[in-house]
């Protein structure tokens, strides 16, 4: 079976997802210069849009006609990704991100830290005009569940004891959280606060497939094309970021007893990746990767799971689609 394109997905819902686009910018209104020029910069980097997407096609999945809430919604969760990237790439001292400079190498860490406050702050302003408390709450708990998961990554940071129990709970906050308040804000703008059944499998579609993307992209850093994601092959490595591929290569290697184990452990304690080919040959050789592999299509299924048990019409089988996508990059 032909998996489905990107383009293809999005075309289910077009014109709404061509309005909600242009809202994304335009819903910043500061009257500060250099807030507009950076925010245009990193807004207008070329991302797919992927969580305001969902956003999109759960709101037709609940109501087949445009809702202009969803479309608003959709352009703050993109407001606030964007916020998180922003942050990222100062945190990793990134000076590229989907091939163009970053914010903090076009201009400064001051800058882009400045600047991806206010989006932050700019979607709250924007989240009130619902007057939806609950929502409200949904993304301000989750906003705090994203900057945990970050911190817990930073304190794991070249700490070669890091589990996989950990690694969860870094990507649920950092990946899979928003994924998951991108999902669950559309049917509470369709009022569905009380269909706990709906919700609660909205949530588990959005936390799953959240933690699918992020174990695909941590294998991809080892085996993906450096042009396609957008960074060099082993950068995880290099930053010391306790991904799942370097967690289960370490618990390998140590039961093993490979003398091998210690070549590993120093590069992720000390950054130190001169011998960058030969790591990421050991993390290949290992096993490590297909244990990854199969981990991600666990979350895959248990996404899709979740996703059965929704509105069957064609924007839950474009949701499908989005999570067949996801599993197709690790062919």
Known sequence: MTTPTYSEILSVVADDFAVMDKQVFGSLNSKVQLIMKVSDHVINAGGKRMRPLMTLLISRMIKDEQYKPSLELGAITEMLHTATLVHDDVIDESGMRRGRPTANATWNNATAVLVGDYLIARSFNLLTGFGDMTLLKLFSDGTCDIAEGEVLQLQHQHNIETTESDYLQII??????LFMMACVGSALLHGKHDDKELLANLSDFGQHFGNAFQMIDDVLDFMG??????????????????????????????QSNSDDYDKLRIAVQTGKTDNAETLIGLVKSSGALEYCKNRALDETRLAQTALMKLPDNKYRHALYQLTQLASARLV
Request: glycine share 12%; net charge neutral.
């Open 172 to 177: 649920d906050g950092k990946t899979s959280r």
């Open 225 to 254: 094309d450096s042009q396609t994601m957008g960074k060099n092959l082993g950068d995880d490595l290099a930053e010391g970021k306790p991904t799942l591929p370097i967690i289960k290569t370490l618990e390998i290697l140590k």
